[in-house]
């Protein structure tokens, strides 16, 4: 049969299902061939808390969308071209995301009375007109899938687990994907079970023949890869690459990485991926707990190694105290936040940005820390490199505030070549720094005239010991101190060897320098931010846009870009903390734009948002 085949410049296309039955699975391996194919991409998962959600319903569903297109892209996409749903609870979740006309392929196996009424659908939606507006292709997925293994010795029940394959198969078929490297990621990935591998292999080219073969299907479609700067690329997830980045850091350093870490979400994955990497000097610990953790991390970078602890919000909470003492102690740390909705448990799988005060202030005492967020997956690396930077250099914990949608998310990077990493050597003070009266003598808190930074010696340095604990120290001596002058001193001298830390300055993207509203973001808002900055110059109106990566020190700049303009935007998923602050410090008054829904602004309601800020000036 002869199928005619359409140009796309992008499709966005979400998968649905039950927790467990293999969405995500089947999201990454779309994305690794959609990568390989050279378009460009971005992803967002989406995935109950519960290990094993209750199948069949609402809470249940799990979900992967991603959006590839043959042009540059910054976001997964507002909403889906394409819905995949696996049974009702499903469709029924992610119906009310789809625009008018947007194509259904629904798995209609499921589709009972009970079944729909479990989750409130008194009619069977495929046949009441509720689909009047869209595409349906309902498919008996599951029997298309146990026709397909027929023939294998595996059980109904394990053979109906391959209907993701089956649907990977037929999606791969309609977008024209490679086919190559899920065939051999089968192959490898179920190794030492072969009947499973193969009926795997199976269910997927039966799905790609079920869609090349029947008439329901009479158009296929291509995205042609994107025309991307020079270079070798791979799709990469936010905290693979920011365990890249740690380990990078850590080797431009010469220095020993050394993770404590406690499992939480979302940032379990960074402790799993340095665990792998002992090659590259570096050693994972997990910890019975938080505190342990990070007192691990600590007193690795004590004894000379990059410290690294890793958690989320509520990890964050329990490691403040420990921080605090790192501050104190004035010794190298990287912290990494992977926020998520909050407050106390939360919401453990959805993404927010309302741990940027806790990073800022949560801890007693004058205790300022460096604050550096990544924008996207792929700059988690050098945001990394720039958190190993800071600490090394200014001798400081520095907090990593990355978070759910930019760890979990994925979109193309382009290799660095390593000779151009910055160079990061620390050197350790190996004999007494004292002079004059004090020569011969090691003075732990005499410090670099430039960074105010103290010296870093490795325990055991001949000559070299010297008082360690959370109480005050003198000044030079690092002697015990109750000195009201000396303890003023000191925390005078941290904040200022902080707020002294150079960091680029903001660089704004105002094309015609003709704007009258600037939008400011940090952290994972700056693709919503960009794609809705983009549909709003694409209307003829002129429009300006900065992201803030270094949020503690702010770029010295930040004032006058702040003063160039007459209204200054600013989006954030938390209840406007950096308003707070901007406000704060310079005397600001912008606009808040606030969401706490545990998921990404959309870009057309932002840009809607600001089309209204731009035409009635509130």
């Known amino acids: 049969m002869s199928t005619e085949v359409q140009q796309l410049d992008r499709v966005v296309i979400r998968i649905a299902g039950d927790s467990g039955d293999g969405m995500q699975l089947t999201g990454d391996r779309f994305t690794q061939e959609t990568a390989n194919f050279g378009n460009d991409l971005s992803t967002q998962p989406n995935f109950p808390a519960e290990i094993r959600a209750p199948a069949g319903t609402l809470a249940g569903v799990s979900s992967f969308q991603l959006h590839f297109a043959d042009h540059d892209i910054l976001t997964p996409g507002d909403r889906p071209d394409v819905l995949v749903a696996m049974n009702p609870a499903a469709l029924k979740a992610n119906l009310q995301d789809l625009p008018k006309g947007a194509t259904i392929i629904v798995d ?3 589709f009972t009375e009970r079944a729909l009424a479990r989750i ?9 007109g509720t689909l009047e507006n869209f595409t349906v292709h309902a498919l008996d997925l599951t029997q298309l899938t146990l026709d397909a293994l027929a023939d294998t010795e595996l059980s109904r029940k394990d053979a109906g687990r391959s209907k993701n394959m089956y649907a990977l198969g037929l999606l791969s078929w309609m977008y024209s994907r490679p086919t190559e490297g899920t065939l051999k990621f089968l192959r490898e990935k179920f190794a030492k079970n072969p009947d499973i591998a193969e009926a795997n292999i199976t269910a ?3 799905g790609w023949n079920y869609g090349e073969t029947t008439e329901a299907f009479g158009v296929s479609y291509q995205v042609k890869p994107a025309v991307l700067p020079p270079g070798e690329y791979r799709n990469i997830a936010g905290n693979l690459a920011l365990s890249y980045g740690l380990i990078a850091g850590a080797r431009r350093a010469k220095l020993p990485l050394f993770l404590g870490a406690y499992p939480i979400t979302p940032a379990s994955d960074i402790l799993h991926e340095l665990s792998k990497h002992k090659r590259f000097g570096v050693a994972t610990f997990q910890a019975e707990d938080e505190i342990a953790g990070i007192g691990a991390a600590l007193g690795a970078a004590f004894g000379g190694a990059l410290g690294v602890t890793t958690s989320s919000g509520p990890g964050i909470a329990l490691k403040a105290e420990t ?5 104190s102690l004035e010794l190298p740390l990287v912290v990494v936040d992977v926020q998520r909705g909050g407050p106390s448990t939360g919401l453990p799988t959805k993404t927010e940005q309302s741990d940027l005060l ?3 202030f949560g801890r007693n005492g004058e205790a300022p820390v460096p604050i550096v967020a990544p924008q996207s997956p792929s700059d988690c690396f050098d945001a990394a490199i720039e958190a190993v930077r800071i600490a090394t250099v200014y001798k400081t914990p520095v907090i990593l505030l990355s978070d759910g949608y930019i760890a979990n998310g994925s979109e193309p990077w382009k290799l660095p070549v390593v000779s151009e990493l910055p160079d990061l050597t620390v050197e350790f003070l190996t004999e007494p720094n004292g002079t004059g009266a004090e020569d011969g ?10 960074t105010l930074a103290r010296p870093w010696a490795v325990p055991g340095t001949a000559g070299l010991e010297h008082r360690i604990g959370g109480i005050e120290k003198a000044d030079r001596t690092g002697n015990i101190s109750y000195d009201p002058d000396n303890h003023d001193f000191m925390v005078r001298t941290r904040a200022a060897k902080v707020a002294g830390i150079t960091v680029p300055d903001l660089v704004v993207d105002d094309a015609d320098d003709d704007a009258k509203v600037l939008v400011l973001g940090w952290g994972s808002t700056y693709g919503p931010i960009g794609a809705a900055v983009r549909r709003v110059r694409r209307t003829g109106t002129s429009i300006a846009q900065a992201h803030l990566r270094h949020l503690n020190p702010f770029p010295a700049n930040l004032g006058e870009v702040l003063a160039h303009y007459e209204r200054v935007v600013i989006p954030e998923m938390n209840l406007g903390q950096l308003a707070l602050l901007i406000r704060g410090r310079y005397l600001t008054d912008v606009v808040s734009v606030t969401q706490v829904r545990g998921m990404p602004f959309r870009a057309a309601e932002l840009a809607d948002m600001l089309q209204g800020v731009i035409s009635n000036g509130e």
């Open 108 to 110: 209609t196996r499921d």
């Open 120 to 128: 409130g659908w008194s009619a069977n939606p495929i046949t009441d």
């Open 204 to 206: 997927f080219k039966a």
């Open 323 to 327: 921080i605090g003492l790192a501050v």
């Open 358 to 360: 806790q990073a800022m």
């Open 441 to 450: 003598v090691f003075l732990p808190y005499l410090r670099d005239p430039e």
